[in-house]
């Protein structure tokens, strides 16, 4: 009698567990696909292959700043 309890409890609590597991895959996959839908460059820049590097230089005691364009 107690083992047929026992095995009535398991598949109870089996039941309960397998239709969670199931809806966190699916809230995984839609993660995934959400993630890899929002990558992208920022190609709206007219220069977006490229970027401005500054140093700062003394010339004639004053600070220059020297910058130049360095592609990507």
């Given at each position: 009698?107690?083992?047929?309890?026992?095995?009535?409890?398991?598949?109870?609590?089996?039941?309960?567990?397998?239709?969670t597991?199931?809806?966190?895959?699916?809230?995984?996959?839609?993660?995934?696909?959400?993630?890899?839908?929002?990558?992208?460059?920022?190609?709206?820049?007219?220069?977006?292959r490229?970027?401005?590097?500054?140093?700062?230089?003394?010339?004639?005691?004053?600070?220059?700043?020297?910058?130049?364009?360095?592609?990507?």
């Open positions: 009698m107690k083992f047929i309890a026992l095995l009535s409890v398991g598949l109870i609590a089996a039941s309960a567990l397998a239709p597991t199931a809806s966190a895959q699916m809230r995984q996959d839609r993660h995934d696909r959400v993630v890899s839908r929002t990558v992208h460059t920022d190609r709206h820049r007219p220069s977006y490229t970027r401005k590097v500054c140093r700062m230089e003394r010339r004639n005691q004053r600070r220059v700043r020297i910058c130049r364009t360095v592609r990507r």
